[in-house]
């Protein structure tokens, strides 16, 4: 185990080899909605200029050219130029692998496909590539992945997490509902708020908190969302959410990426994350060990690919509470801090990664807005625009600033704010407050 190597040397720290980044995230949402997103183009600006980026749909060059100017980005990119939902990426590589192929024989290296999350058609993408997989078969991803199987895998290595029951719904049966119900106020006579969350990180899928009002109503939610297995759980007093990220390689090796803080909305929905202050020692070093123990469990599953942990610190302790068994959508973040540090040849003290919303606008137009807070390469204390691509329908992307310090952080978001570009904001409807696992995270802000 070593310290803070770069997740691209993760995934191959040989230049014969060449990188295939697939950042679908379809492949971890079967059923989908209107939250749900592709999300190739996040590899884009963290692939290096030698890796192949490879894109569900069509290239926003304006972005790409803008990436291109900074020294950022990737100069082999295949695109399928489909905006249906029907099917994943690994889907569209399986039934048509010929554009890849092209490159891949074009550049005479050795594949590696690195997809956001490793499922049945991602091994077999890799495959039909001719590739080598950074990422697991899928009985190993589901099985770290499940959030009931991980706190049981947890309480196995003898590492304590949030009581709480695993309640299996059935609809069809009239007495389920007042089990859960029953489930769900028990705890609310030691607690003020319950949360009920389905075992499986589906976007169709829900987070509810609850204070224990129209439990009925919450109990037909989740069964018409589809839900079959929830963990209830007290909702606890939380001051953090850290989420430890590692890397484990295809020899198994295991790598410690960093400790990132989650920020999250109304202690539940995860909207970015913060990296430069890290948590008390004692708190860090009691993560990095309880980490550890998971991670040397999955490796010794055959588990190979990212993995972000995340923990709640609370008065009560410090707990795991999901083991995000993909790529984070952090990661990509870091990776592309990493290539900017490379570039300026100065560290990077703090970044933070959000959110954010603006009114509708094209790439060039948010480069107006933007004006000199844009990332230009060539100081520190500015904004770098990610996943652009929702810009112009919806006015959705994210951003990570780029900072010396904390108070520089605010600094730019209150300029940001000036100009109508701010933090994406969780909707609570029903009275009963109701998430989607898309974006579920545990943080009180």
């Not at 894109?55 to 990119?77: A, K, M, N």
Request: hydrophobic share 35%; glycine share 6%.
């Amino acid at each position: 185990m070593t310290d803070y190597k770069s997740l691209r040397q993760c995934i191959s720290d040989n230049d014969d080899e060449l990188v295939i980044y697939g950042a679908d995230s379809f492949s971890q949402f079967p059923r989908r909605n209107g939250s749900v997103h592709s999300k190739c183009d996040r590899a884009l600006a963290a692939a290096r200029f030698d890796d192949l980026v490879v894109l569900r749909t069509s290239l926003d060059h304006d972005y790409y050219d803008w990436l291109r100017s900074c020294g950022l980005g990737t100069i082999h990119v295949v695109e399928y130029k489909t905006s249906a939902t029907n099917m994943s990426l690994a889907e569209l590589i399986i039934a048509d692998p010929g554009p890849v192929l092209k490159v891949i024989k074009e550049l005479g290296r050795k594949p590696v496909f690195a997809p956001w999350f490793s499922g049945l058609l991602e091994e077999t993408a890799a495959q039909v590539l001719g590739a080598e997989h950074f990422g697991t078969s899928q009985v190993v991803t589901l099985k770290y992945n499940d959030k009931a199987e991980f706190k049981t895998i947890c309480q196995r290595l003898a590492i304590p997490v949030v009581e709480g029951e695993t309640f299996t719904l059935q609809p069809e049966d009239k007495a389920n509902c007042h089990e859960m119900t029953a489930i769900v106020r028990r705890y609310l006579a030691t607690h003020e708020t319950v949360i009920v969350r389905g075992t499986l990180a589906e976007s169709a899928m829900s987070l509810y908190k609850t204070k224990g009002l129209d439990l009925e109503t919450l109990y037909r939610e989740i069964a018409d969302s589809g839900e079959r297995q929830v963990l209830v759980e007290p909702f606890l007093d939380v001051t953090s959410t850290p989420n430890d990220q590692w890397a484990i390689g295809r020899d198994g090796s295991i790598d410690h990426l960093g400790m990132l803080d989650q920020i999250c909305e109304r202690g539940l929905v995860y909207i970015g994350n913060i990296k430069g202050q890290q948590p008390a020692k004692d708190v860090y070093d009691y993560i990095r060990d309880a980490s550890y123990k998971i991670v040397t469990d999955m490796a010794k599953s055959g588990y190979c690919g990212v993995v972000g942990l995340d923990y709640i610190v609370s008065k009560e302790g410090i707990f795991p509470v999901e083991n995000n068994a993909r790529f984070n959508g952090s990661s990509y973040v870091g990776m592309l801090v990493h290539n900017i540090e490379q570039i300026t040849a100065t560290p990077i003290p703090f970044w933070k990664f959000t959110k954010t919303r603006t009114s509708p606008c094209s790439f060039p137009e948010l480069v107006d807005r933007l004006g000199p807070n844009l990332y230009d390469s060539s100081r520190m204390n500015c904004v770098f625009p990610l996943n652009c691509k929702e810009l112009s329908g919806t006015g959705d992307f994210n951003i990570v600033l780029l900072a010396e310090n904390l108070q520089q952080v605010s600094k730019l978001e209150d300029s940001l704010k000036s100009i109508g570009i701010t933090r994406e904001h969780a909707r609570f409807p029903y009275g009963i407050e109701k998430v989607s696992t898309a974006h579920v995270g545990f943080a009180s802000t």
